[in-house]
């Protein structure tokens, strides 16, 4: 069973970075496809993010192209997200998420396209 923790959100002013963890515990990491969602307050879960299997694909949102970027360590079975520039719209609840089973070299921006996911972790961007 693989387990999806994430951590690092928090307060910062705007301009200021961040970078998210992601821990997966439970079967293998190495090969999954894995992404980064964020919900705000009274809005709709949105795509942020995604990284293929072992890293070698990238995909980003718009809205995040240019200041954040993904990555991942399969050796320590860990994703992150590098957030630079922040701004107060990009308050939310930060999900990573994984799409098990999966050993193919594509990344994914639909939510529904990934079945694991953890916790979440508040990062809030003050102006």
């Known amino acids: 069973q693989v387990q999806l923790v994430e951590s690092g959100g928090g307060l910062v002013q705007a301009g200021g970075s961040l970078r998210l963890s992601c821990v997966a515990s439970?079967?293998?990491?190495?090969?999954?496809?894995m992404g980064w969602f964020r919900q705000a307050p009274g809005k709709e879960r949105e795509f942020v993010a995604a990284?293929?299997?072992?890293?070698?694909?990238?995909y980003y949102a718009d809205s995040v192209k240019g200041r954040f970027t993904i990555s991942r360590d399969n050796a320590k079975n860990t994703m992150y997200v590098q957030m630079n520039s922040l701004k107060p719209e990009d308050t939310a609840v930060y999900y990573c998420?994984?799409?098990?089973?999966?050993?193919?070299?594509?990344?994914?921006?639909?939510?529904?396209?990934?079945?694991?996911w953890g916790q979440g972790t508040q990062v809030t961007v003050s102006s």
């Open positions: 998420a994984a799409r098990l089973g999966d050993y193919s070299a594509r990344t994914y921006n639909m939510d529904y396209e990934y079945d694991k």
């Open positions: 990284i293929s299997g072992r890293g070698a694909g990238t």
């Open positions: 439970g079967r293998a990491f190495n090969f999954y496809p």
